[in-house]
């Protein structure tokens, strides 16, 4: 018994020994072969595959082989190998030496042969499909697939190799049908095939996808996987009209209630196509006056147009118009109550300070905060600092006064009481009580929002710069008088008083300050050249002061979203980052260089 115990432990060492020589054998012929020191991993993988006979040992064997040029010997090992080996893989090794030494007809005949006769298992179409792919054989690896198919029964096996084998053929048509195949197979592989079409889309590829789609609409009319599909590829090719027409079809196929609709509205939104969002939105208006999304429909249909309006230097009157009218139409239907603050105040606003309409505004928001009863405190403060500046432009001094007071003393430590102090502080500025107007402005720059501390500044900076060495602040008060009157909107007068300061004070340091009230009166009125006249002033004489990052960052809107010159803006915002790093327009302007960059 211990002779027998004796003997199994030593053969056991024996085989651990061996198998560790060999691991050790393997590993080192690997490095050869990776190093490019063919021959001498040649002669490990021989002598490997002379104990193992293992399929990856003979492969690395060819691969040797055709790295030596030693194309002969590849065949006459692999000869040696198929007459004891019947593994389909030794054949398909064998036709692709085949092909490399000019026999592209034995070749063809040997992979046909191999897969229609030999190939009969699901792990050799994964091995050799696989292997012809990674060898750039792309014909032969889809003919494996679709043998493939036949010997599993499912038309669907192995979608994602062949679509990925199209799609480096460049037939996108052929690729979108496999892709889709894999979304037919499970349903919940829907994401993963719609992201592998629409990575597919470009301007090569666009047509024979949509084709592709489409008629595969057309054999599932009902499959709203497949609607989604083509209306999400609409979207990403940019093709805005067919993914509305896509969008209408599957909200009245799958009684959407206007949802999908209402997303698209927003995506037409952030692409700036304003008037197709406000086609989606009467979609819903028009069609589901019972959903949930009918008033927002409303809403944001009269944002759509006050953003329009927005998006050009100077702003835009005749969409500011158009949505003071959609606002109107919006509360005509549902009425004037404090839940519908928002479309309310956002009229009142646009009545204010583009149309003017000071009378109807006020009266507006007086019967809007006449009562506190379902009106937050923040709405109602807000609408009231509103009214305020409409006092303030109808010169009732004493009013608006008292009304910034209310909601400063309501709001001491908060965002409204600060807006509403700065209110006080621009008031006492206009009436040329300076002193009282940088007290009020001490007590908020550093403890209020990057917005209100900017202007805040701004404002204690021109008082300081114009009273501080000179006794006398007649030209401050001139001047201060003149902003008064553009607050008003009586451009007219408060030009003449900007012109009589110049006359008056040809060296005073408000000389800036001056050409910027009239490039600003200038582009109020849409007088766009005359106001680049004035902003073109500004960085010639002054391009340091206070007014300078003002003037460049609107003159590149101006180019940019009114004139149209995108090369022009381009050239001024990169100017605008080398000359003023440290602005609040930084982050704006960055963004429109990538945008102009993409477009």
Known sequence: MKYYILLWTFLLALVVTVGAQTAAEAELADRYYADGEYEAAFELYDKLYKKNQEENTARRIVSCYEALNEYGEALKFLDRVIRRDDRPIYPILKAGILEKTGQPKEAEKLYEDVISKSIKKEGEVIGIGSFLYQQGRLTWALKVYKKGRQITRNPYAFANEVANIHLQLGEFASATEEYLKLYYANPQNYSAANLSILNMVGPPSQNEIEQALL??????????????MVFEFYVLAENFIEAFVQVKSIDRLFKQEGERVYNFAETMRNNKEYALSNKAY???INRHKNSPFFFQAHFQKAINNELKAFDQV????ASVEAAVDAYKELLNTFGRKPEYYDPVYRMSRLMVFYLFDLDNALEELENLTASRQGLPQDRWAEARLLIGDIQLMQQDFNKSKLTYTEVSDMYRDRQLGALAKYKLSELAYYKGEFNLAQALLGAIKDNTSNDISNDAIKLNLTIMDNTGLD??????????????????RDYEASLSMLDSLAYKFPSHPLADEILWEKATIYLNQNEIERALSFIDRILDQFPMDIYGDDALYTKAQIYDLTLNDPDKAMALYISFLSAYPGSLYSVEVRKRIRTLRQG
Do not use: W
């Not at 008629?215 to 989604?228: I, T």
């Not at 100077?314 to 009157?317: H, R, S, Y």
């Not at 006794?471 to 008003?488: D, I, N, P, R, V």
């Open 314 to 317: 100077p702003v835009d009157k």
């Open 215 to 228: 008629r595969a609409v057309d054999k599932r009319p009902s499959d709203r996987g497949l609607r989604n």
């Open 471 to 488: 006794s006398t602040t007649t030209a401050l008060e001139m001047f201060a008088h003149a902003q008064l009157l553009t607050y008003q």
């Open 282 to 284: 009467d979609y819903i």
